[in-house]
Structure formats: structure tokens, C-alpha cells
């Protein structure tokens, strides 16, 4: 059965990712374009750096290297102050519930997040003590959807990768799970998650029996 469970930090735990697209879109007002919904979906998951690479490309544009330096740290400026207003009570409907169930029934839990914010908002939100593990875009080389990320965080539990299961909300964040050889459960549309082995909306509409499945299969 399973008995690894990796979670991704941003729109699986919180819903950051619309504080992520906030603070990229004021990156490419500030340029003189704009940043799309859909082309927003392409950044999830995906590390600060290739996504500013992406935006740039996206619109066009060229800029050298210190101007590039300067907008990643804007960027975060500016997403770390929608950071700050958030607490325990932003935590995702049913996560809580989810993680202590999964602890309960004595799986392992790990975080498995491309932010190098991840730690801080954990801490913030009062769920690092849940976790045996926390790998996050400080830990990696590789980003998503290379499996790195999730491969590392296995190891930390001491579970086999095909015994753990990913929960990710972005395209290359199930790519990065299903190549690691993991069980992937997709948190958002089948539209876009259509490569994932499952999908929910959310936590909410994940069953209990789903996840006791997971670990008697
Ligand atoms: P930071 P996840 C990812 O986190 C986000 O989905 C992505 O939008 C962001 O660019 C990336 O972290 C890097 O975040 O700028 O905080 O280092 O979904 O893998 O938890
Ligand atoms: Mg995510």
C-alpha cells in the first residue's frame, strides 16, 4: 500500500497561487503588457526564475541581467506582503483534517513545493509540526517537472517512490510526480490535469475511503 503522502505548498495547502498571479501580473503591467489566467496556469509549480523567463518571453520583451535580479526580488516583495495577512484560517477546506487523518492512520507526510517561501508560510499557517519532511525550492537543483523535488522528499521519509502518493495542482507538478514513478492526485480541473492518475476539485471532495484505498492497495 502507500504509506508515503507528499503534498505541493501552493493552491494544494493555501491558495497562494492567486497571490503569486497578483504579484506577476504588477511584474508585467510594469513592462507594458499583460499576464493571462491561462498563461498564469503555465507558472504554477514552476520556479520563480523560469517563470519570469516565461513572462518575458511571453511578452516579448528582453531585459539584462541585473534588471532580471531586480523583478524576482520585487516579485517576491510584493508576494510576501499578501503573504503576511494570511493565518491558520487560510488553510485549504479539509487539509487539516486530511493531514491528521493520514498521520493518524501512520503514513508518512512530506512537503514537496517548488517555493522558497514554503517553510515560512507553513510556519505562518501552524502546520509544520504535521510534517515529517519539507522539501522546497531551496533543497532542489532541478525544478518541476523533473522529480527532484517529490524524489528527495521520498527519500527523507524513507518510503519508496512507488509507494507514495503526490497531491499537485499544477500541470508540471503531477508530470514531475508521475515520472518519479508516484501515484498522483491532481487538486483542481480535469482540464488541466487530465495526466494525473485522479482528480478532485478539492479537498472536499476527496473521500476518506480514497485515501484508505490508497493505503490498503
Ligand atoms: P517562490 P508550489 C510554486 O509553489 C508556485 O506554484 C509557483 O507559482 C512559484 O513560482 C514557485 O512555487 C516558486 O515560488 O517564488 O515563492 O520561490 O506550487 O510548488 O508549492
Ligand atoms: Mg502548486
Redesign the pocket.
Not at 505541493?8 to 494544494?12: M, N, R, S
Given at each position: 500500500g502507500y504509506s508515503g503522502f507528499i503534498f505541493?505548498?501552493?493552491?494544494?495547502i493555501v491558495d497562494?497561487?492567486k497571490y503569486?498571479y497578483l504579484a506577476w501580473r504588477k511584474t508585467a503591467q510594469s513592462l507594458g503588457f499583460d499576464l493571462s489566467l491561462a498563461q498564469n496556469e503555465n507558472?504554477?509549480?514552476?520556479?520563480?526564475e523560469r517563470?519570469l523567463r516565461l513572462i518575458l518571453e511571453w511578452g516579448q520583451t528582453q531585459i539584462d541581467e541585473d534588471t532580471f535580479k531586480t523583478l524576482m526580488e520585487q516579485?517576491?516583495t510584493d508576494?510576501l506582503a499578501h503573504i503576511a495577512q494570511m493565518g491558520p484560517g487560510d488553510v485549504l477546506p479539509k487539509v487539516q483534517e486530511t493531514l491528521l487523518f493520514l498521520k493518524g492512520a501512520g503514513a508518512k507526510i512530506a512537503l514537496?513545493?517548488?517555493?522558497?517561501?514554503?517553510r515560512l508560510i507553513l510556519d505562518k499557517m501552524k502546520l509544520s509540526p504535521l510534517f515529517d519532511a519539507i522539501v522546497d525550492?531551496n533543497d532542489v537543483t532541478a525544478p518541476?517537472p523533473d522529480p527532484e523535488?517529490f524524489l528527495t522528499a521520498a527519500q527523507h521519509l524513507g518510503v519508496p517512490a512507488e509507494h507514495c502518493v503526490v497531491f499537485e495542482?499544477?500541470k508540471a507538478?503531477v508530470t514531475a510526480a508521475n515520472s518519479g514513478g508516484m501515484y498522483s492526485v491532481g487538486i483542481g480541473k480535469k482540464e488541466d490535469l487530465g495526466h494525473a492518475h485522479t482528480v478532485f476539485r478539492d479537498f472536499n471532495e476527496m473521500p476518506q475511503v480514497f485515501l484508505k484505498g490508497l493505503m490498503e492497495a
Open positions: 505541493d505548498l501552493d493552491g494544494v497562494t497561487a503569486h507558472l504554477k509549480g514552476v520556479s520563480r517563470s516579485k517576491n508576494y514537496g513545493s517548488a517555493s522558497k517561501n514554503a525550492g518541476k523535488v495542482d499544477a507538478g
